[in-house]
């Protein structure tokens, strides 16, 4: 399973540019980020967060412009797209709404996010038998 690194420049209380660092990985099954800050200048370091669950907008915007986004498409039709409705609304926890949307895209062109997001429905599909690969 692939994790995923990007550096975001964020202002250090010493006065000097510092860096934080996300990163977006699966562990024990489930999506986690985290996020550490450290500066070279004074020597700070703190781990800001690390927990299962959907990343924050700027992380996720910073690991795609590290890396840039991929793929979720259906390779092969299937009578049904109740499981694949079911994976969006446990697995983002998405509203039924947008759990629709995301199998309409799933269908047509195809969910895009980073990698790290899209492995992590990939093998849930995979689970329920719906038929997926990734794009890159
Ligand atoms: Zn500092």
Request: a negative charge; proline letters at 7%; hydrophobic letters at 45%.
């Amino acid at each position: 399973m692939t994790g995923q690194t990007a550096k975001i420049a964020s202002p250090c209380e010493c006065g000097t540019m510092a860096m934080r660092q996300v990163n977006q990985f699966m562990l024990h099954d489930e999506l986690w980020w985290d996020s550490e800050f450290s500066c070279g200048s004074c020597g700070t370091y703190l781990c800001e967060h690390a927990s299962p669950g959907a990343a924050p907008a700027d992380v996720r915007e910073a690991l795609l412009a590290a890396h840039g986004p991929v793929k979720l498409r259906l390779i092969s039709p299937v009578p049904s797209l109740v499981p694949a409705l079911k994976v969006f609304r446990e697995a983002t926890a998405a509203s039924l709404t947008r759990a629709r949307e995301l199998v309409e895209e799933l269908s047509h062109d195809g969910v895009v996010g980073t990698l790290p997001v899209m492995e992590f429905l990939k093998a849930r599909l995979q689970t329920r038998a719906v038929p997926v690969d990734i794009d890159r």
